[in-house]
Structures are given as C-alpha cells and as structure tokens.
C-alpha cells in the first residue's frame, strides 16, 4: 500500500480490475465488505448504473504503482 494512500486500482486485491479492492485499501476499509456493499448498491439500482460507473473507474483510476 501507498504510505500517501492515492486512489488507484490495487494489484493484488482484486477480484477483476482492482477497483473496489483499491477504493478499500485508500480508505482503510475492508475490501470484502466494499464489495458486498457495491453489489448490493449496483442490484437496488436495476445494475447498470453500477455495471457503468465500475468501467468508468476502471479507465480513470492508474494502476498502484504506475
């Protein structure tokens, strides 16, 4: 982990692109717990939503330690 803890897509926790296991590692949070939270979010709001803002991220944010 980043000792400045910058918002990008973790290398090693990561279930596809590192996106939520990188929004975790930033805020301290526990990744799998993020990740029951965003699919749960993503399913109430008919998913698409949360199927685009996943792709989105997943072009914005750099990978760690690039």
Known sequence: MNATR???????DRMFAG?????AARFGWNSTLVRVVYVVVSIA??????ILVYLIL??????EGA
């Open 45 to 50: 709001s008919a998913a698409f939503p949360g």
């Open 19 to 23: 996106v939520v296991g990188g929004i």
């Open 58 to 63: 997943w072009l914005l944010m750099p990978e």
């Open 6 to 12: 910058t918002l990008s897509r973790s290398r090693n």
